[in-house]
Structures are given as structure tokens and as C-alpha cells.
């Protein structure tokens, strides 16, 4: 019991870490890095929290609790590397975002083999970038009720390339289990999401 609970506090304290770094990368790049850092505010590192951090965190919890409904073991844990990097990268007006990712262990079989058929992964793999289109469609209906001005802007394009960029069919990407499960669900997603990329772009 005692373990679990240690367990849920680092993945809590991970998941903390992780999202208030990506937002401070995203705010430090979108001020100019270094040159802006002195036009760095409270108010641009909330948007990045609100528009940036939490489609990357529910992406990654979207993985998460779907490979939990198969039995599987995920969890999440930040690479303190890949933040080291969004870090420094922010400082000359980009960011390469990797804070953390979910880490799965599937099940064993009778043979004490771990087991994750192609279609749950399939599964498990199509979550992320799926939690990100609603994301993206959410802040989008949300803004024609109540204007939210920058926050819907970059929310909405932040979590449609998130989508398009992990539907990739490249591994370890998100696209590559989904392409293995089913090519036609794939090619759908990819086909829609270029076309959001497209709008959101224009």
C-alpha cells in the first residue's frame, strides 16, 4: 500500500515538474528567448500552462489510462534530459519538447511473456493524439461562447500539430502502432489531421 502511494506521489510530482517546465520553455521561446527574457510575465507562462503544458500532459494520460484498461502497467515519468533540452532550446526562440513520457509494461501471458495484442496498442497508441483533437476542438467551440483570445489560438494549434505530428508512421511515434494495427483508421487520421494542420496554419 505504502508503495503504491509512493509510486502515485513521484508520478504526481513528474507530471507537476514536467508541465511547469514545458510552460516555462514555451513562454521563455514565444518571448524571444534570450533577448526576451526581460519581457518574460506571469500572464505568458499561465497561457503556455493552459494552451501548451496540458495538451501534452492529457496526451501522455490519455496513453496512460488506456493501457491501464488492458491490464498494463503505465506510467508516467519526465525525462529530465528532454526538459534540460526544451530548457535550453527556449533560450534562442524554439522549443524541442519531450518532458516525459508514459512508460507501459503489459501484462504477462501463461508463458510469463509480456502481452499487448496489435489491435490495444493500436488502441493505447490512437488515445494521445485523439485527446488532442478534442482538446483542440473544445478550446475552438469554447472561444465562440466566450472569447479567449490567445489561449484558443494557440491551444487549438498547438494540440492539432501535437496530433498530426504523433500520427506520423514513424517509430517510436504514436503513427507507427496505429499504421501496424489499421491502416485505413491511420490514413484517415492523417488525412483529417493535415487538413487541421492545414486551417490552422492558414
Request: glycine share 8%; with cysteine; aromatic share 10%.
Amino acid at each position: 500500500m505504502l508503495a503504491a502511494v509512493s509510486m502515485e506521489q513521484r508520478e504526481l510530482k513528474d507530471i507537476v515538474i514536467s508541465a511547469g517546465a514545458l510552460a516555462l520553455a514555451f513562454s521563455l521561446a514565444m518571448a524571444g528567448g534570450i533577448p526576451g527574457i526581460r519581457f518574460l510575465t506571469v500572464e505568458a507562462f499561465l497561457l503556455s500552462l493552459i494552451a501548451v503544458s496540458l495538451g501534452f500532459m492529457l496526451h501522455e494520460l490519455a496513453h496512460r489510462a488506456v493501457a491501464r484498461k488492458y491490464g498494463a502497467h503505465a506510467e508516467f515519468r519526465m525525462w529530465r534530459t528532454g526538459i534540460a533540452i526544451a530548457l535550453a532550446s527556449s533560450l534562442f526562440g524554439w522549443v524541442f519538447a519531450a518532458p516525459g513520457a508514459v512508460y507501459i509494461y503489459p501484462k504477462s501471458d501463461v508463458w510469463g511473456r509480456p502481452s499487448l495484442s496489435r489491435t490495444a496498442n493500436g488502441i493505447i497508441s490512437v488515445a494521445g493524439p485523439m485527446t488532442n483533437v478534442i482538446l483542440a476542438l473544445a478550446f475552438f467551440a469554447a472561444d465562440r461562447i466566450i472569447p479567449l483570445g490567445a489561449v484558443a489560438s494557440l491551444a487549438v494549434s498547438i494540440n492539432v500539430w501535437l496530433a498530426f505530428f504523433n500520427m506520423l508512421p514513424l517509430p517510436p511515434l504514436d503513427g507507427s502502432k496505429v499504421f501496424a494495427w489499421d491502416i485505413r483508421l491511420w490514413l484517415a487520421c492523417i488525412v483529417t489531421l493535415g487538413l487541421m494542420v492545414a486551417q490552422v496554419s492558414g
